[in-house]
């Protein structure tokens, strides 16, 4: 069986090829990327793993960092998309917002397990890569998801503790059973990736973080 790419004719490719080539490159790096890191990964064997040859590679995307940033605007893309749905189709109050955001994170989260394996990877480094994670993947997140906390802790609806903490709680509590499934399926739970427990992890990440109507008792 031949892959779809495989045929290609010599040249720039249509449109649509084009798009759908750029998008199984990106893809593929993204997997590539999660699975091994920055260093363990070689443009031929993105370009590989896509059904293309590397001179199509460096032509779309360059270098191969180049097209690890364009692989992480990619992944980014993915998560502010679920994340403005939520907030569009949530109720008024910003706890609504907040819980139906943090429901989306973990769903999402679930589709793309590589981007939490891929800030841990390079997420700690003072490297161009490091500071890109920073800047470009996390602390846009975190203005979005601080503006409903503030929000939040105004209605009374979860504790007035450090914002960071509470990101943290919801990004690496909401992500990391998903970017991890073998160790967290070798607890007790159920299988992480089926929908059963999918959404009873977001529920538990929820009633974590939000404390019942006039309980002032967490606010410390």
């Known amino acids: 069986m031949k892959h779809p790419h495989t045929d290609r004719k010599p040249g720039r490719p249509r449109r649509d090829d084009a798009s759908n080539l750029r998008t199984a490159m990106l893809e593929a790096a993204i997997d590539l990327f999660g699975e091994r890191g920055f260093d363990g990964v070689s443009l031929s064997q993105i370009a590989g793993k896509a059904g293309a040859d590397i001179g199509l590679t460096r032509y779309y995307f360059g270098s191969k960092g180049d097209l690890w940033e364009a692989a992480m605007a990619h992944l980014a893309g993915q998560f502010a998309r679920a994340v403005e749905e939520a907030t569009e189709t949530a109720g008024g109050s910003k706890s609504d917002q907040l819980k139906s955001v943090v429901r989306a994170f973990v769903y999402a989260s679930a589709r793309w397990p590589q981007m939490s394996r891929i800030i841990v990877f390079d997420g700690d480094k003072s490297d161009e890569r490091g500071t890109f994670i920073a800047t470009r993947l ?49 607890l007790p ?3 992480i990736k089926s929908a059963k427990a999918l959404s009873a992890h977001a529920d538990a990440i929820i009633a974590l973080i939000f404390q019942p109507p006039g309980d002032s008792s967490r606010s410390l």
Do not use: W
Not at 165 to 183: D, K, N, Q, R, W
């Open 138 to 186: 996390v602390g846009p997140f975190f203005k979005t998801l601080s503006r409903l906390i503030a929000g939040a802790k105004a209605e009374g609806t979860i504790p007035n503790v450090s914002d960071r903490t509470i990101f943290f709680m919801i990004t690496h509590g909401g992500s990391f059973p998903m970017a991890l499934p073998v160790l967290t399926n070798a």
């Open 189 to 191: 739970g159920g299988n």
